[in-house]
C-alpha cells in the first residue's frame, strides 16, 4: 500500500499558525518532487509550494512567500508545510503530492502533476 497521510488542519485566528504534515507509507519520499496544493470552495486548485528531492530548489506562490514554509525530513519520509501570519483567503482543503518523474519544484506546481496525492486536510481561518 502506498499512501501519503496528511495531519494538521483546523480553525486558526487570523494572524495565526499552523503546521501540515504529510507522511509517506510505501514509498520512499527522497525519490520524490513534493507539492503543497489548495482548493477553496468556488475557485481552482492552485500550487502553494513545491521542493525538489534534496530540498535545494523551493517554488512559493507570490501570496504566500514570506509567510509559508516548505520543508522536507527524508530521514522521517516526512514533509511539512508551516504557516504562518495566515489570512482568511488561506482557507482551503490542502493536499500534498510526490512526483517521481523528471521535473522541477516549479514545474510541478505550476502543472500540479503528482503521482500520489494525499486525503486532503481543511484549513479554515476565522475570528
Known amino acids: 500500500q502506498l499512501q501519503f497521510v496528511e495531519s494538521g488542519g483546523g480553525l486558526v485566528r487570523p494572524g495565526g499558525s499552523l503546521r501540515l504534515s504529510c507522511a509517506a507509507s510505501?514509498?520512499?519520499?527522497?525519490?520524490?518532487?513534493i507539492g503543497w496544493f489548495r482548493q477553496a470552495p468556488g475557485k481552482e486548485r492552485e500550487g502553494v509550494s513545491c521542493?525538489?528531492?534534496?530540498?535545494?530548489?523551493?517554488h512559493y506562490k507570490d501570496s504566500v512567500e514570506g509567510r509559508f514554509t516548505i520543508s522536507r525530513d527524508n530521514a522521517k519520509n516526512t514533509v511539512y508545510l508551516q504557516m504562518d501570519s495566515l489570512k482568511p483567503e488561506d482557507t482551503a482543503i490542502y493536499y500534498c503530492?510526490?512526483?517521481?518523474?523528471?521535473?522541477?519544484?516549479?514545474?510541478?506546481?505550476?502543472?500540479?502533476?503528482?503521482?500520489?496525492w494525499g486525503q486532503g486536510t481543511q484549513v479554515t481561518v476565522s475570528s
Open positions: 503530492a510526490a512526483n517521481g518523474g523528471l521535473t522541477t519544484a516549479h514545474s510541478m506546481c505550476v502543472t500540479q502533476s503528482g503521482d500520489y
Open positions: 510505501g514509498f520512499t519520499l527522497d525519490d520524490y518532487v
Open positions: 521542493i525538489s528531492k534534496r530540498g535545494l530548489a523551493i
